[in-house]
Nanobody, 128 residues
């Protein structure tokens, strides 16, 4: 049974940092796409970042809104993908979900269509 469990969310002031974790189980972690998405009430779901968990290192992609501020990374020994979020802004407030799909990522604009399993989501709230 595939499970993705997010942790590390919470409330921070603008300019602060959080690190989200997505721990995966129930499938082969390596050589698949893991992506982070976010959605706020009344707004469209946005692909934030994705990483290919290849053994030789993961290719990554970021949305324009988070480039230079967020970093996605992986620790295969822990079957975990991280999203380091720096210089947080109030507009980053959302429910963040991790998700995974088979094979390589397609880029954050298209990764959604390749996702097969989703975590329950975790709240990130950034106050001004």
């Amino acid at each position: 049974q595939v499970q993705l469990v997010e942790s590390g969310g919470g409330s921070v002031q603008a300019g602060g940092s959080l690190r989200l974790s997505c721990e995966a189980s129930g499938y082969t972690f390596t050589s698949n796409c893991v992506a982070w998405f976010r959605q706020a009430p009344g707004k469209e779901r946005e692909g934030v970042a994705s990483i290919y968990t290849g053994a030789g290192g993961g290719d990554t992609d970021y949305s324009d809104s988070v480039k230079g501020r967020f970093i996605i990374s992986q620790d295969p020994t822990k079957r975990t993908v991280y999203l380091q979020m720096n210089s947080l802004k109030p507009e980053d407030t959302a429910i963040y979900h991790c998700a995974t799909g088979r094979g390589r990522c397609s880029g954050v604009r298209y990764d959604y269509y390749g996702m097969s399993y989703w975590g329950r989501g975790i709240q990130v709230a950034v106050s001004s």
